[in-house]
């Protein structure tokens, strides 16, 4: 049986919930605080998911309320909060390199490592 999925809502929450696990909530103390760091990186993930640019992710999430409400979005970012967001944290680190290792592991393999524990 597969796990992968091909809706944009469950997509978003696996990416949503994974980065609560991986990322700190904001990048600095001195963060605006408008999006999360985990908000922020779901809507990566969706972006290239849906194989559309930073603006077109922008008007999805604006169309899609019930797909804000999956991640707890308030307001939608400006397709420049994105851009700046996937530099900050797409970056080549060992950090990214984990997380890049944790989510191309299919779901049910990571399920069944996690119950053997």
Same mark, same amino acid.
């Given at each position: 049986m597969?796990?992968?999925?091909?809706?944009?809502?469950? $997509?978003?929450?696996?990416?949503? &919930?994974? +980065?609560k696990d991986a990322l700190p909530k904001y990048a600095h103390r001195f963060s605006p605080?408008?999006?999360?760091q985990h908000q922020l990186f779901a809507c990566l993930v969706l972006k290239e998911f849906l194989k559309t640019d930073y603006r077109g992710? $922008?008007?999805?999430l604006s169309d899609c309320p019930n797909l804000c409400d999956a991640i707890?979005?308030?307001?939608?970012p400006h397709f %420049? %909060?994105?851009?700046? &967001? +996937?530099?900050r944290l797409l970056k080549k680190t060992p950090q990214t390199e984990s997380w890049i290792k944790r989510l191309s592991q299919p779901q049910a393999r990571r399920s069944s490592r996690s119950a053997r524990h």
């Open positions: 597969s796990t992968t999925s091909k809706s944009p809502r469950n $997509v978003l929450r696996v990416a949503y &919930a994974t +980065a605080k408008k999006f999360t992710i $922008v008007g999805i707890e979005l308030e307001h939608i %420049t %909060t994105l851009q700046k &967001a +996937a530099d």
